[in-house]
């Protein structure tokens, strides 16, 4: 039975797209829910998806959207922008970055009103710091920081250390939270002594930045247990040191079922009053997805 049902699954299109709202993320975390709709970003075709969004403000005044987009007829992913006005509606795009090797996540941090960006490039075996010029809108390298396989690499400044939250390529990659820290944003880090920190395919992998509010801070994470991408798990942060770290459930997010995009959710990230999340919507589309198949079996032929 089981087996069938991973065979009747795999004839649905599964199809990732970026919704944006105008929320306060300070009440989403004292209601703990979200009340706003979203509004989502139209995908072009069935090949494409859009996905791991995060959000800035840049000097000018736009609001930019750096996320990943897949096509499944290249079979790897690579990080896009939009720029949206104030009714949260596209007035850009434009390709960021294309290494040929997949990409995705692109954490975004800021340091001395420089925005640097960490793009998940965990298929290349390490984590890439680049800073986003934003007057060219272009993202420039500045150097390798990890060379390990890392996912979903997340950076908190906590008593003046930098601490990258991340889990690691491979069959675990949904369970196992690593931590390593520095003293400066580019390095050299060290693994946190508890490595790795959580063991939990509900709630290792980063699901978007961390949230600040007050003294608390607050760490999105992703929710697996029932499939990829099912909800987003927020926890409290209790501790965290070279020695320690602990933190406990304090919310979940799962998709809406209003809305179009109901299947999956996971990640968040707020900047300035607007949230923007990925959602996930389900379609039978066998044809679609014979056609998929089949162009990955012909990449990997040639």
Not at 110 to 133: G, R, T
Request: proline share 4%; glycine share 4%; aromatic share 14%.
């Amino acid at each position: 039975m089981n087996f069938f049902l991973k065979l009747l699954d795999k004839l649905y299109l599964k199809q990732w797209t970026i919704g944006i709202a105008n929320i306060d993320i300070e009440e989403i975390i004292r209601v703990k829910k979200i009340n706003n709709s979203f509004k989502w970003i139209p995908v072009k075709d069935n090949y494409t998806f859009f996905a791991d969004p995060f959000i800035c403000k840049t000097e000018d005044g736009k609001y930019q959207i750096l996320y990943e987009e897949l096509n499944y007829k290249k079979q790897y992913g690579n990080i896009s922008l939009f720029t949206i006005n104030e009714e949260n509606h596209v007035t850009g795009k434009r390709v960021l970055l294309d290494t040929k090797s997949h990409l995705s996540y692109p954490f975004i941090f800021w340091e001395n009103n420089k925005m640097y960006v960490f793009p998940e490039s965990s298929a290349a075996s390490h984590l890439a710091c680049y800073e986003f010029d934003q007057k060219n809108r272009a993202l420039i390298f500045k150097k390798n920081i990890l060379n390990l396989p890392v996912l979903d690499s997340t950076i908190l400044k906590h008593q003046n250390k930098y601490w990258i939250f991340c889990t690691m390529r491979g069959d675990e990659s949904n369970n196992k939270l690593f931590i390593y820290y520095s003293e400066n944003l580019f390095g050299t880090y060290l693994p946190h002594k508890k490595n790795p920190v959580k063991d939990d395919i509900n709630g290792a992998r980063p699901a978007g930045n961390f949230i600040k509010i007050a003294e608390s801070v607050y760490r999105p994470a992703q929710a697996s247990g029932n499939y990829y991408g099912s909800a987003i798990i927020i926890f409290k942060i209790k501790n965290l040191s070279e020695e320690n770290f602990e933190e406990e459930l304090y919310m979940s997010i799962k998709p809406d079922k209003k809305e179009k995009f109901n299947f999956g959710i996971h990640t968040i990230n707020e900047c300035d009053g607007k949230i923007v999340v990925d959602g996930l919507a389900k379609t039978f589309s066998p044809i679609v997805q014979l056609k998929t198949f089949l162009n990955k079996k012909l990449k990997v032929g040639g």
